[in-house]
């Protein structure tokens, strides 16, 4: 109950979403299930990294620069790799919340808020690189409550991606 030290671990780590997803935490301990008995291909792996993963995340120097990068962040366990890819909303790190930028000609930017100052506001779109908005020209920034990365991402690939 020390509010202090809640807010100085999620400023550090994250909020953890308090209202669980039953069907994500479903599709986690079917795909748990499913690896613990089926050994993956590296090779197609890499693969799947380079034609989906690397618009936001870097690993071993290759990919983008939106997300994580994940060559060591968020596999420290099969539970975590498991749930950071398909429960990606359960934790959102700070420095990874997904903000949307409303400028004042009615452009709406969505990423990550690379830079946010008094002069103005940078953020970093996946597979798009980096928009910088003068300060005087956002009408107002929201953030979400939702991770960058796509829910659902079971859906569009065979298991053995």
Sequence with gaps: ????????????????????????????????????????????GQTVFRNLCAQCHTMHG????????????????????????????????????????????????TGLLAEDNEQRVVVRMPGEGEEAVPRNRVKYTRVSKLSMMPEGIEASLDKKD
Excluded: C
């Design 1 to 44: 109950n020390d509010r202090e030290a809640l807010w100085a671990v999620e400023k550090a780590f994250g909020k953890i979403r308090e209202e669980r997803n039953p069907a994500r935490e479903k599709v986690v301990a079917e795909m748990a299930a499913y690896f613990r008995e089926n050994l993956g291909d590296p090779h197609r």
């Design 62 to 109: 290759e990919g983008g620069k939106v997300g994580p990068d994940i060559t060591s962040d968020g596999r420290a366990s099969l539970e975590q790799l498991l749930t950071n890819v398909f429960d990606p909303s359960l934790v959102i790190g700070p420095a990874y919340q997904v903000a949307t930028v409303v400028t004042k000609d009615g452009r709406n930017l």
